[in-house]
C-alpha cells in the first residue's frame, strides 16, 4: 500500500514560485510512476506533470517550461517546482502514484493509471 502526503501549497501573486512535496510511504522506484495532478471545483482532475522509473518526464502543455517534477534519490519524496505561477495554475494539487506496474510514461499516461492519491495542497494565485 502506498500513502501519500503532500504538503507546500499555499497563496502567491502572479508571477511568484512555489514547490510542492510529496511524502511517500515506500520506495516507489521501480514498481510506480509518480504523477502531480491539479483539480478546480466544478472541472475534471487533470495531470500536470509525471515521471516514470526511468526518469522520464511529461507535463502539460499549459505547464511547459514552468513546472519540473522530481524525486529524491530514495525515491521517497516527489517534486513539483512551480516557477511563473498564474492565475489558471490555481487548483488544489494531488501527487498520485500508479498501480503497481505501470512502470512508464513514454506512451502516455492517464488518469485511470493511478491509484494511489494524496490529501491534496491547495495552490492559490493572485493577479
Known amino acids: 500500500q502506498v500513502q501519500l502526503v503532500e504538503s507546500g501549497g499555499g497563496s502567491v501573486q502572479a508571477g511568484e514560485s512555489l514547490t510542492l512535496s510529496c511524502a511517500v510511504s515506500?520506495?516507489?522506484?521501480?514498481?510506480?510512476?509518480m504523477a502531480w495532478f491539479r483539480q478546480v471545483p466544478g472541472r475534471e482532475r487533470e495531470g500536470v506533470a509525471a515521471?516514470?522509473?526511468?526518469?522520464?518526464?511529461d507535463y502539460a502543455n499549459s505547464v511547459k517550461g514552468r513546472f519540473t517534477i522530481s524525486q529524491d534519490n530514495a525515491k521517497t519524496t516527489l517534486y513539483l517546482q512551480m516557477n511563473s505561477l498564474r492565475p489558471d495554475d490555481t487548483a488544489m494539487y494531488y501527487c498520485?502514484?500508479?498501480?503497481?506496474?505501470?512502470?512508464?510514461?513514454?506512451?502516455?499516461?492517464?488518469?485511470?493509471?493511478?491509484?494511489?492519491w494524496g490529501q491534496g495542497t491547495q495552490v492559490t494565485v493572485s493577479s
Open positions: 498520485a502514484a500508479s498501480w503497481r506496474g505501470v512502470r512508464s510514461i513514454v506512451a502516455g499516461w492517464r488518469l485511470a493509471d493511478f491509484g494511489y
Open positions: 515521471i516514470d522509473i526511468d526518469g522520464n518526464t
Open positions: 515506500v520506495n516507489t522506484g521501480s514498481s510506480h510512476c
